[in-house]
């Protein structure tokens, strides 16, 4: 698992930045985000070091990216978000909002969203 000693998540990942997770396993974990957007949202975070989202390629990350969203879901439905719903966004690149350069899916709900855009 590589990682990057500057990066905040892969600090999180190694415990040298110690956070509530609210999920954890051997290849992701999960947190509340810091600055919610909804009033639920948390973010799914690899503990391998993925720059964004345009790093990722099926062959490589196929597997990693089914158990991001299968934990998404599962804290979804833990939320009580499986039946009103609830979005799963990746940022990518500064236009796209992406703050921290490593891989994470946001885990949004608790209220209608309205569409992207």
């Known amino acids: 698992m590589t990682a990057d000693a500057d990066c905040l998540f892969c600090k999180m990942a190694s415990g040298d930045f110690p956070v509530d997770m609210v999920y954890q396993d051997d290849a992701v974990f999960a947190v509340f985000d810091i600055a919610p957007r909804?009033?639920?949202?948390?973010?799914?975070?690899?503990?391998?070091?993925?720059?964004?989202?345009?790093?990722?390629?099926?062959?490589?990350?196929?597997?990693?990216l089914g158990r991001m969203v299968g934990v998404?879901?599962?804290?979804?439905?833990?939320?009580?978000?499986?039946?009103?719903g609830y979005r799963l966004t990746f940022n990518v690149g500064d236009d796209g909002g992406q703050t921290i350069y490593h891989l994470h899916m946001h885990v949004l709900g608790g209220q209608r969203l309205g569409p992207e855009g």
């Open 72 to 84: 998404a879901n599962q804290l979804a439905e833990q939320a009580g978000m499986k039946d009103s």
């Open 38 to 64: 909804a009033p639920k949202h948390l973010l799914v975070i690899p503990k391998q070091h993925i720059e964004s989202a345009r790093s990722v390629n099926e062959a490589a990350h196929g597997p990693l």
